[in-house]
């Protein structure tokens, strides 16, 4: 890949063929095998890394394997089963919150932050740096630092006590550790989020706000009547990826509910598929759960596509 | 901008609406502040709480300054674990993250040309099903592709197949991917294609117009690509989690949660590891800035 011949060279090789074949754009004969010879790895990888394990996923969802014995043909039993799966419903019902929670906040923060930093101020790159910070970490030491702002001793509880609030467990309380995971979730997931809606913010003409200014629109009509119609479609984008995620969390689940045994407080749906698959070998369960949390994702997906016209505005 | 303020400026009450500005600007500097305050506390914490000993962590607010710089705490942290050092760790985030990165280069741009230039039949339908694989939740794939890689054979390995190797943490990335895909047929496109005509003309096969003219000129786009599959990497914890079985392979997300499993409330030393192991991510960070915008905005990244 490195060193390639000269031989291939176009600017060289001109002068020795005069024949002037094809040129313009539509197919040309013998690109076929270009084009796969372009496309095969990438069509190996939709086909065996992608496309074929989803359905794969549902057959042996249909099956009882522990990988050891051979795959035992049990119908829709595993399905059923998760159904009544008290652990696999909290899970359900803990990620189902997370994401109700986690994307509204975080895109409406998200969109406050970035209406702000879009700023023609001196020294806004430094400030965009320290927002920009979190992105790049990963969320295993993201998660660490927050078990320590979140323990008994840490500097949030110090807070608390200074304001004469009693100290809390926050991820070690029932009711405190999913909200808890969320918030620090929010936290990191924030700076893509506002690039993302800079970027919008961006592309919105300024001839739009010259008219505006000189109809006499003051900073709250142009905000409402401009800035936040034209900034719709990159909502809707965040929003999709926002819902998409908040669906995989796992990282902050695994570091901060004490690996081995996350209370059934934090269990979320892909912490439920790692643990029936990976660590008990429940193959054909974890592919059922897979196949639901699919199901899930996919509805709420085009659910919110449908909701498209009725609020982007495309330009 | 400048338009605007001098249309404003007619008005004939100018100073108390420059007054007004320079007060709304401050209060927008502080508010701007605090924010970015907020965001970095967190690492002020994990850089301090690394400094100080295990007994000032718990007996001194959070909130203050190591009494001593106990840079001992790194040393410790780094040989904390029996038989390996987190340097193991580290290095086998590097090359996992290096060959994920240059598998998805070479894969990613060539699918992306066939793409942009070339006109085949089902050429649309084939993009669109790569682009859905964007959208769908990849845990759908865990437990096959598991499955696949434990029939692969491997003679190195203990199992005899691929699990406990890294080689399911790279290989993928050798056959092609959604998101570098996506962003350098979008790349691609802005190249006029009278470049790659005047190269046909002289005689260039499709490979050659691919890396002589394609690839010189995406360089930017590779930059994006390669710096966000480094990242991802080098950041997973779940796929290393799966796949990894003994310490010495761990790379830096397994080992950090492990040693937090095995040193609860050692709290110095955690804090110096977590440090040590965003250290790199930061340092690309800050040097590659611009590339992790552009790619953010094309891509909108993962959480």
Known sequence: MTSTSRVGDPVRAATKRPARTRSGRGPRAGEGRWVLLFLAPALIGLAVLSAGPILATFGISLTKWDMLTAPQFVGLDNYARLLGDDRFLKALRNTVFYTVVSVPVGLTLALGLALALNQQIRGIAWIRTAYFLPLVTSATAIALVWLWIYSPTGPLNDILAALGIPRQRWVADPTLAMPSIIAMSIWQGLPANVIIFLAGLQAIPAEYYDAASVDGAGRQKRLRNITLPLLTPSLFFTGVLALIGAFQVFDQVYVMANPGKPGEATITLVYFIYEAGFRNFKMGYAGAASWIMFLIVAVATIVYFRTQDRWVHYQ | ?303
Request: aromatic share 16%; proline share 6%; charged share 10%.
């Open chain 2, 1 to 303: 901008m400048t338009v605007r303020s001098v249309k404003l400026g007619v008005g004939g009450h100018a100073p108390p609406r420059s007054a007004r500005k320079i007060a709304r600007r401050t209060g927008l500097y502080l508010a701007l502040v605090a924010g970015g305050l907020a965001m970095m506390i967190p690492f002020f914490w994990m850089l301090t709480t690394s400094l100080k000993t295990r007994a000032e962590v718990f007996s001194t607010a959070p909130l203050s300054f190591p009494t001593g710089l106990h840079w001992e705490n790194y040393a410790k942290m780094w040989f904390a674990l029996p038989g390996v050092t987190f340097g193991t760790f580290f290095q086998n985030s590097i090359v996992i993250a290096s060959l994920a990165t240059l598998g998805q280069l070479i894969t990613c741009s060539m699918a992306a040309y066939a793409f942009a230039v070339f006109e085949f039949r089902g050429k649309r339908v084939l993009f669109a099903l790569i682009l859905a694989t964007l959208i769908i939740p990849f845990q759908i794939v865990l437990v096959p592709n598991f499955i696949l890689y434990r029939y692969l054979p491997f003679p190195l390995s203990e199992s005899g197949n691929w699990i406990g190797t890294n080689l399911p943490l790279w290989v993928w990335a050798f056959f092609g991917g959604a998101f570098g895909t996506f962003l350098l047929r979008q790349f691609f496109l802005t190249i006029p294609s009278e470049l790659a005509d005047a190269a046909r003309v002289d005689g260039a096969n499709p490979w050659q117009i691919f890396r002589k003219v394609y690839v010189p000129l995406a360089m930017p786009a590779l930059a994006t690509l390669a710096i966000f599959q480094f990242m991802w990497s080098w950041n997973d914890l779940l796929d290393p989690l799966i796949y990894l079985r003994d310490l010495p392979t761990y790379t830096t997300t397994v080992g950090l949660a492990f040693f937090q499993g095995q040193f609860v409330g050692k709290w110095p030393e955690m804090m110096a590891g977590a440090l040590v192991s965003l250290l790199p991510m930061v340092i690309l960070f800050l040097v590659a800035q611009k590339y992790f915008v552009r790619g953010i905005t094309l891509s909108g990244l993962k959480g």
